[in-house]
């Protein structure tokens, strides 16, 4: 199982930056999907989930209307496009495939995570 993001860097306030996560080694299409932030000191916290079909998406409220996320299930690969950045966006953000495959049992995986800093 392997969860890559890739997009992220340095941005300038203001500015705009589009994540990737490529997945492998498990049916991506099975899975809900989401991205999670951690800022340096900070807990790990929610950014955006979106369903297995795509039709349903979760924001946290701080990131409405600025960020987007979106899946391909043909390319197993899940996008968080982010926009109007703010230096508290800065942080490292992981991809999150979930599964809940019953009452007792989940599949949780974890990308390794890609820096985002917002700074003039």
């Known amino acids: 199982v392997q969860l890559v993001e890739s997009g992220g860097g340095l941005v300038q306030p203001g500015g705009s930056l589009r994540l990737s996560c490529a997945a492998s080694?498990?049916?991506?299409?099975?899975?809900?999907m989401s991205w999670f932030r951690q800022a340096a000191g900070k807990m790990r916290e929610p950014v955006a989930s979106?369903?297995?079909?795509?039709?349903?998406?979760v924001y946290k409220d701080s990131m409405k209307g600025r960020f987007t996320i979106a899946r391909d299930n043909a390319k197993n690969t899940v996008y968080l496009q982010m926009s109007s950045l703010k230096p508290e966006d800065t942080a490292v953000y992981y991809c999150?495939?979930?599964?809940?495959?019953?009452?007792?049992?989940?599949?949780?995986?974890w990308g390794q995570g890609t820096q985002v800093t917002v700074s003039s």
């Open positions: 979106i369903t297995i079909d795509g039709d349903t998406t």
């Open positions: 080694g498990f049916t991506f299409s099975r899975f809900t």
């Open positions: 999150n495939a979930l599964r809940v495959v019953s009452a007792h049992e989940e599949l949780d995986y």
